[in-house]
């Protein structure tokens, strides 16, 4: 699992710093979260392949997290795309890009697949055979949604000297992987645990922003590899989130601690702040395993 963060401040976009867009890899998947102005800049900047994207997931309609799309749904057209692209958004975003072309005279030459989100309740929006995307409900100003990226549980993985030690025939193997005891070619009964590891634990990716304080999504984030949650503010600054709806790093803790996850990666900076090392060292005064999201910074969570 890696997480390539494209953009990681809040409302505009600067010289040096991006609103909201990131890129997760997992599973062979390149899911696009949210997709603030620039966003295909630095999909090129980061060497992302255009073809690979095939599931954009937005958060909510401010434009801090979907102003680049309509830029890099044209993109796409003008590069012939022809792959599919799924975008799932709260109920209105549709309209909003099909009016712009509509206007403009444009159309894709690929499928655009909206799935328009409206549920107050957390439901499944993807699924594959490998990874399974729930909405995380948030508490925002308007709508909102953050994403939870659960991987499946993996195969068990074949220690292959013992399965060839043990006389197993290949058409096994699957069987294997699978858990189940099989026969061998001697008609002897192979126990799976004699000739198999543990599978890799699967992973997670919690994704929550923008949203204020709000307990109610622990119980679907519990025990997350990896939270990524809004730190608009700091504490000194706590009034500022009741009207806008925003978290404090000390706050976003708080939930990484409640929910038991493995790292918090804290992002969303108002731009009022020019260094972000203090929103680590709140935040860790409540959870220990806090990183910083940074504009073209990568994380590896294998
Ligand atoms: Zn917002």
Not at 72 to 96: C, D, M, Q, W
Not at 107 to 124: D, Q, R, V
Not at 152 to 179: C, F, H, P, S, T
Not at 239 to 261: D, G, Y
Request: aromatic letters at 10%; hydrophobic letters at 35%.
């Amino acid at each position: 699992m890696k997480l390539t963060i494209l953009g990681c401040h809040s409302a505009t976009p600067r010289t040096n710093t991006n609103p909201t867009a990131q890129i997760l890899e997992i599973k062979n998947h390149m899911f696009l979260i949210d997709c603030g102005e620039g966003t295909q800049v630095e999909l090129r900047r980061n060497k992302v392949k255009f073809s690979r994207v095939k599931h954009i997931f937005i958060s909510h309609l401010h434009g801090d997290h979907y102003f680049g799309l309509i830029g890099l749904v044209n993109t796409f057209s003008l590069l012939n795309r022809e792959t599919e692209l799924h975008i799932y958004a709260p109920k209105g975003l549709k309209e909003v890009i099909t009016l712009q072309m509509k206007l403009s005279g444009s159309w894709t030459n690929y499928p655009l697949i909206f799935h328009e989100l409206s549920s107050k309740a957390s439901e499944l929006i993807y699924e594959d055979d490998k990874v399974e995307v729930y909405t995380i409900p948030l508490k925002h100003r308007i709508y909102t949604n953050g994403f939870l990226f659960n991987e499946k549980e993996n195969e068990r993985k074949l220690d292959i000297n013992l399965v060839r030690e043990a006389n197993i025939d290949v058409a096994y193997y699957r069987k294997l992987k699978q858990g189940f005891d099989v026969v061998n070619e001697d008609g002897v009964l192979i126990s799976n645990a004699k000739v198999t590891k543990d599978a890799v634990p699967p992973k997670s990716y919690a994704y929550c922003s923008d949203t204020a304080y709000h307990e109610a999504i622990v119980p679907l984030i519990k025990k997350s590899t990896v939270l990524y949650h809004e730190s608009t503010f700091l504490e000194k600054n706590e009034k500022l989130c009741l009207p806008t709806r925003h978290s404090t790093a000390k706050q976003a803790a708080t939930i990484a601690k409640k929910a038991e996850v493995e790292t918090l990666i804290l992002g969303h900076y108002s731009t009022r702040y020019n260094g972000y090392e203090d929103f680590k060292t709140e935040a860790q005064t409540v959870f220990e395993n806090v990183v910083l999201a940074k504009d073209g910074k990568v994380f590896n969570f294998d």
